[in-house]
Nanobody, 124 residues
Framework: QVQLVESGGGLVQPGGSLRLSCAASGFTLDYYAIGWFRQAPGKEREGVSC????????YYVDSVKGRFTISRDNAKNTVYLQMNSLKPEDTAVYYC?????????????????WGQGTQVTVSS
């Protein structure tokens, strides 16, 4: 069964850090572009970051540039999102998604596989 499972979310104080993981099973991520999306209450789903299957291209939405880093470890079949200097406005459910393509895409509709999401709450 093809699955993506996010983990690493939780409650963190402003300025803190979290590392989200997206582990794939049932398929190999090597040939997939991966995206991280988030959805806050009352807001539309937003593309946060994505990485190409070739590791040479990445994207970050302006609001997280300099704070978030996307990476992948194909040996572990896992993609990560390191989140530093977290702000309350980062609070959302974070989803990872995968699509068998080389180039990155920020369009949610382009992605074939989705995880169940992990909650990130930034609050004092």
């Amino acid at each position: 069964q093809v699955q993506l499972v996010e983990s690493g979310g939780g409650l963190v104080q402003p300025g803190g850090s979290l590392r989200l993981s997206c582990a794939a099973s049932g398929f190999t991520l090597d040939y997939y572009a991966i995206g991280w999306f988030r959805q806050a209450p009352g807001k539309e789903r937003e593309g946060v970051s994505c990485i190409s299957s070739t590791h040479d291209t990445s994207y970050y939405v302006d609001s997280v540039k300099g704070r978030f880093t996307i990476s992948r470890d194909n040996a572990k079949n896992t993609v990560y999102l390191q989140m530093n200097s977290l702000k309350p406005e980062d609070t959302a459910v974070y989803y990872c998604a995968a699509v068998p393509r080389v180039l990155i895409t920020t369009r949610a509709d382009d992605y074939d596989y989705w995880g169940q999401g992990t909650q990130v709450t930034v609050s004092s």
